[in-house]
């Protein structure tokens, strides 16, 4: 008694790179990257959408794989944290985390970087308000996110400085 | 990229600094492996089969038809684990727990476990799989399983310490108990006596990382454990417990860990892994759905307090009685205990009488969660106080300060207090901008205090000197919030080198000696300490070679600055580096081990302040400022000190606010998934200020006492505090959600 499982193969575009993969009709875009592409920088904290840890950037916005279907993905462009910095340097998100000490367990922190990454590239100069409503998707449950607020108005600093 | 800068500790280079963790940049770049991003090669996945009911007796399970899906590789079940016959009640509780025997006691206790070459397959395996049970009354809150003829959990549960002993089973496991003085004098002596009733609901640790498990069992009766937990030590021997093994036959790998705040103190998954691998001859991984991960895994007690206090004009408190169940879940251990211990504890009161009952429930069974039970009785205590203050109106501050626990003072669980620094935190706060601004037109502002014991316990630390003058340091301890980078710092003081040339690393059970969990605010304080002793062994030993190398004395030798020097300076001094690179002359490899069972704890005190809006049309509290000020000993790493006491803080913020496990009739758990069990997030907070007291611990190295778990003991009840003087609402049971609130205000408007 063999279930068919409908296999399909999706062409798109991950952190640069043109990626072929096979893809599970019913898998999610979260499975796939992580356990067929090995982006297991991608995280699951709930598969249902409601704490952010699977955060990736899909054409620029910043989306939950976990509800995205692998097939979904087809001619799309995908950033995830691993994507997320140059071969020599950090991104400045990356920087002033490290520097804030904006992460604890971790686990929620790519999650954080690309919804922060989206809101940077779209309002490079947030108020308070505004980062933490552009956050409330994601989840922390170690910090309180008073450091994670800290680094995102740090970085968006720099950013423009740097621009 | 640069550093924070701080004021140095007088006399110290890097301790107090705020270098950037080891760690973090795996965990920026997505390179970290977490519990479940380990990929084995020919690794199958698992999913478990879990009971939708919450009292149930077993009369089958049916696997046959589930065996023959596509992809299973191995099915176990109650059957495939030893008896427990012979296992020490806790150990047969946990088998139990971890895998239903002859009944399920909470929805989501497992009952069957499938390994399949997908999760997919290895799910659809496990709905195949036909339980047939016969349902069985539940109880689900403490009134409930304590009342005359309620359904009974455990036909052999007998309430301990009690005299005489009950000669039938109950649901009450066990009774604390603790007093002092006489009551009736001290009412007597009262000019204020107060009666109030409190419950909390369960409440969840909410770690964002689910729990995760991958075993690979060999024939020859051992067995590989790769752990995503607060203790890999503590893992591996309850694994072994439950599956009659011998402990040192598991070699468990700590995963990096996505937060733990005591619920990954215990095992799930873990020995259903080492089962199902050995039966599928193949690595297996686990993970659990988040919706597993709220039935299944521990939440903090809901409870039921009584408590009447008494105080004096002056402000002097006469006398306490507290009364206190807790549920347990479906197994005994709540942390009514430690609830009664820390209850008084910032407090100088000479008659009190405080009993608490462990309770067990048809509810997941709780597991720890920062500072287990002292948050729940403080919700009772710190609101009577406020209530007291103002009964006799007087400022909560004066009044706490009145009555402080001090060096000298008896704690109410027994031992002395040597020197703590709970006057400093009430001080801080009295003394900080945040108090002695105005309260904001239409908010109110609370107070509370908390306390927590800290603890010691066994850590070993091997620290070796690399031939570049480089050192790694070597732990059994899971990072969970930054110690690696204190362990670099202490290591990097005691050498005299920059904190970059220190490398920490956390080994597995065979790499290190045996190590307690990462809990207790234990690890800065012990593992600490067995580091700075490693180190300090190194150093005298280093001494040694450079007397060896100047042929003179070892008393001629000192080490200052990274360097071995010689007293009389006729010699120019030795770098680690040129001691490490001319090790083979001088007695081979640099390395040393220290492993202790650390004691001198030092107790933890935080006082905090919240200033809060309610939104009369909606019940709503928007918590608009807020303020902590808590007694580390000494700050290592003093960002992540701050991180610690903010996440404290707002884990306390959602538990007052909105967290509880909301039950149906039918003992099923309705609110399963992050959205339903709300936790804050970033748009409902502000920042959360932070004041560092140190007052040292006179028993460490460094006089570090310990952070982690104080600052989630006063928010319920400083927020309970802060509703009532906004909305003259004195809320007693949690959480204090919109709906609760508005019919409050209702009542109120109401009278
Ligand atoms: S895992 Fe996708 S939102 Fe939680
Ligand atoms: S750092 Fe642990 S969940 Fe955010």
Redesign the pocket.
Known sequence: MNTPHTKSVVSCTINGNATQFLADSGGTL?NALRDDIGLTGV?????????????ILVEDRVT????IFAPEAEGATIVTIEGLAEADHLHPLQETFLEGAALQCGVCTPGFLMAAKALLDKNPDPTETEIRYALAGNLCRCTGYDKIIRAVQDAAERMRENA | MTMTEDPTTPGYKWVGTRPIRPDGLDKVTGKARFGADLILPNMVEAAVLRSRHAHARILSIDTAAALEMPGVQAIITGDDFPPTDDMAPGDAHQAVKVMARDKVLFEGHPVAAVAATSRAEAQAAAKAIVVTYEQLPHVLTVDEAMADGAPILHDDLITANVDPAPETASNIASRAFFERGDLDEGFAAADAILERSYTTKPVHQGYIEPHAAVADSGQNGRANLWVSSQGHFDMRTMTAKVLGMSASKIKATPAEIGGGFGGKTTIYLEPLAVLLSRKANRPVRVVMDRDEVFMATGPTSGSSMKIKMGIKNDGTITACDLWMAFEAGAFPGSPVGAASMTALACYDVDNFRIEGFDVVVNKPKVAAYRAPGAPISAFAVESMIDELARAIDMDPIELRLANAAKEGVQAPYGPVFPRIGFIETLEAIRDSDHYRSPVPEGQGRGLASGFWFNIGGNSVATVNVHADGNVSVITGSPDIGGSRSSMALFAAEEFGIDVERVQPHIADTDTIGDTDVTGGSRVTLATGKVVVEACRKIVTDLCRRAAKTWDCEIEDVEWVQGHAQHVSGTESPLSLADLAANAGRTGGPISATHAENVRGAGAGFSTQLVDLAVDEETGQTSIVRYTTAQDAGKAIHPSYVEGQMQGGVVQGIGWALNEEYIHRADGTLDNPS?LDYRIPVASDLPMIDTIVVEVPNPNHPYGVRGVGEVGIVPPMAAIANAIDRATDCRMEHLPMSPVALLEAINERNAD
């Open positions: 979260l995280k699951e904290g709930c598969g249902t959408g409601d704490c952010g840890a699977c955060s939950c794989a976990c509800l | 992050f």
